[in-house]
Nanobody
Framework: QVTLVESGGGLAQPGGSLRLSCRAS????????MSWARQAPGKEREFVAA????????DYADSAKGRFTISRDNRLNLVYLQMNDLKPEDTGTYYC???????????WGKGTLVTVSS
């Protein structure tokens, strides 16, 4: 059974930083492309960032480029999202997804809430 558990969300001020983590179990993590998605209040879920199985290829939504960094540790079954220069529009629930591009049928974590506010 695939399980993805996110952590690291919370309240941040505009311009601040947060680091999200996702611990994966029940899968061959080192062979899995992983991604982060988010859902802002009242909006659809959207792609944020992706990393390939080996960690050598990454991709970002335009809104995340230059501010967010996705990384992974295949020894520990962890994927991270370092978020810098946070903006109020980054507020939302962030999900870890076992996929290069998140789709509803993929494995999703339960999410961690990020609130960016002064």
């Amino acid at each position: 059974q695939v399980t993805l558990v996110e952590s690291g969300g919370g309240l941040a001020q505009p311009g601040g930083s947060l680091r999200l983590s996702c611990r994966a179990s029940g899968l061959t993590f080192s062979s899995a492309d992983m991604s982060w998605a988010r859902q802002a209040p009242g909006k659809e879920r959207e792609f944020v960032a992706a990393i390939n199985w080996k960690g050598g290829i990454t991709d970002y939504a335009d809104s995340a480029k230059g501010r967010f960094t996705i990384s992974r540790d295949n020894r520990l079954n962890l994927v991270y999202l370092q978020m810098n220069d946070l903006k109020p529009e980054d507020t939302g629930t962030y999900y870890c997804v076992k996929a290069w591009r998140p789709r509803p049928r993929d494995y999703w974590g339960k999410g961690t809430l990020v609130t960016v506010s002064s």
